[in-house]
């Protein structure tokens, strides 16, 4: 029998578990940007801070997207979310309609505003509809 362990994510040092979430931040808002610019939107990016009480002050990417019609800020809200590992928001501007994607073991999970999980799978054509199921 071995001796190695594994260590779920909850047990990684608190620099190691920043580091992953400020790199899946960036990899979620870089593939958002390259889908982005395939519709032909404008896409904006910012650093934003961050401080959670485990991982301290840290910065991470926000994107702003501009399809015709509004809005949508890419808004990464923290690593230390209930019921998931990571919790970015899609924010549509005029209409300040919200969905949440929440990290999982796989990826991100789709949730409503009401703490409802969308069954549809991340990927390009369920992000272009939600883009304009948020602006309308």
Known sequence: MSDV??????QMPFETRRRDWIA????????IAEWSLREKWTVERHEK?????LL???E??????????????VNPVGLHVSGG?????????????RINLIGVAD???IWTDSNVPLRVDWNRDTFV????????
């Open 56 to 58: 301290g002050t840290y």
């Open 49 to 53: 801070s961050i401080t959670e009480r």
């Open 24 to 31: 899946r931040v960036e990899a979620l808002v870089n593939q």
């Open 107 to 109: 990826g991100w999970q």
């Open 129 to 136: 509809q939600l883009v304009r199921d948020l602006l309308n």
């Open 5 to 10: 362990q594994i260590q779920s994510s909850s």
């Open 85 to 97: 590992n990571g919790r970015v928001d899609l924010e549509g501007i005029p209409t300040l309609s």
């Open 60 to 73: 991470v990417t926000e994107v702003i997207v501009r399809p015709d019609g509004g809005e949508l800020l």
